[in-house]
């Protein structure tokens, strides 16, 4: 009788439980791969932002060249504009990058390199946009971002833990309808991101480039909450050739401050021109 009662019970609990793994399994479309990507696309990032930052660029001999440059964003709905001034050393001083990044699909994003040497303001083609940032190991498309609707994404294997914080691990390949112009504007052939789940921030890349035989790896460290926004204080990017170390580059950011009052002049050509 009590065995009896025991294997009932069993039997109901097994049906309860089957019942929340149905469930569970019927949200699990929903929670995609690419619905990840869109909660990294939307995550809250302040309104507006300035930072004072500090670029390391190392070769494969370890020498070290260290720049210094303050960078300003500013949104207007879901449109954004950025603007970055080199300040020392007197090689790159006053040299200015500027970029508008649109959130319709259908315009493309502008941007503007000026060279103090030259006197010129340069626009930057989005052809050009796989090329080095300011000779760095970050391409202009890492620091415009990419644009999450060129690429599908699918999840790449078990999830894994990235500085103790559990993490997805997604691939990302440029959608078949633009693969060539996505390899052509960004370089890359394949993506693959660690984000955090607990704050949808990309932690850790591999990116696989279509020259070259070359993969770039990305790590963001010293991640803290700055005015209730993460921030990402060190950045890394390693270029390896057949596996070996060749060049490496770290941005690190001394000072960020969050929804602060920029005027509209600042995002001009005209203020690249007359520098900070």
């Not at 090329?131 to 994404?153: C, K, P, R, T, V």
């Not at 890359?188 to 279509?210: A, E, F, P, T």
Request: net charge neutral.
């Amino acid at each position: 009788m009590r065995m009896t009662y025991f294997l009932t019970s069993l039997i109901i609990i097994g049906c309860i439980l089957l019942t929340l793994l149905s469930n569970v399994l019927a949200e699990e479309p929903s929670f995609s791969a690419g619905k990840i990507m869109e909660l990294v696309d939307g995550r809250y990032d302040g309104e507006a932002q300035e930072t004072d930052m500090t670029m390391v660029l190392i070769d494969k001999r370890g020498n070290k060249r260290i720049r210094q440059l303050k960078t300003f964003r500013k949104d207007d709905g879901k449109d954004s504009r950025n603007i970055i001034f080199f300040l020392k050393p007197a090689d790159v001083r006053d040299t200015a990058y500027l970029s508008y990044d649109w959130d319709a699909s259908e315009k493309e994003d502008d941007a503007w390199l000026y060279l103090p040497a030259l006197r010129k303001v340069k626009r930057i083609a989005g052809s050009d946009e796989s090329g080095a940032f300011m000779g760095s190991d970050f391409s202009y498309a890492d620091i415009n971002g990419l644009e999450i609707d060129d690429w599908q994404y699918r999840f790449a294997g078990d999830n894994q833990q990235v500085d103790g914080f559990e993490t997805w691990v997604i691939d990302g390949i440029p959608k078949s309808d633009r693969h060539q112009t996505v390899v052509e504007e960004t370089g890359y052939l394949k993506i693959r991101m660690w984000i955090r789940r607990d704050n949808y921030m990309i932690v850790k890349g591999q990116y696989w480039i279509k020259k070259g035989k070359k993969v770039k790896y990305f790590r963001a460290k010293e991640i803290r909450e700055t005015q209730g926004i993460w921030t990402a204080y060190e950045m890394y990017m390693v270029t390896t050739v057949n596996g070996k170390k060749e060049h490496a580059s770290i941005i690190k950011t001394g000072r960020a401050v969050y929804d602060n009052d920029l005027p509209e002049t600042l995002f001009t050509t005209q203020r690249m021109e007359r520098g900070l």
